[in-house]
């Protein structure tokens, strides 16, 4: 059983950064795919971000690139969500999660594929 929790969210004015971290308890992240999600009232959870259990594979959602970047500090048993530029559309729960490490990047964030374990969220609030 991994146990994922994110920190690093709040509110924050337009343009500006917050990084993410999701770190894990009960098993060692490096093991895994990791990707990150968010998920705004009224609409589906989005994959945003994902890497690969080597760092050799990144994918980013075009709503994203450019502004966010994910990486990951395996000895830290943590992944990493920097947020740049900020606007008010990114606000929303974001969510870390791993799956297997057979998943591609591209699978588990456009497919959410082979996902085996979610955190709780943390909520992010553009607002100026």
């Known amino acids: 059983q991994v146990q994922l929790v994110e920190f690093g969210g709040g509110l924050v004015q337009p343009g500006g950064s917050l990084r993410l971290s999701c770190g894990a308890s009960?098993?060692?992240?490096?093991?895994?795919?990791v990707g990150w999600f968010r998920k705004a009232p009224g609409t589906e959870r989005e994959g945003i971000s994902c890497?690969?259990?080597?760092?050799?594979?990144?994918y980013t959602a075009d709503s994203v690139k450019g502004r966010f970047a994910i990486s990951r500090d395996n000895a830290e048993n943590t992944v990493y969500l920097q947020m740049n530029s900020l606007k008010p559309e990114d606000t929303a729960v974001y969510y870390c999660a791993v799956a297997r490490p057979i998943a591609t990047v591209q699978n588990l964030c456009l497919k959410e594929t082979l996902t085996a374990y979610w955190g709780q969220g943390t909520q992010v609030t553009v607002s100026s």
């Open positions: 890497i690969s259990s080597t760092s050799g594979s990144t």
């Open positions: 009960g098993s060692t992240l490096a093991y895994y795919t």
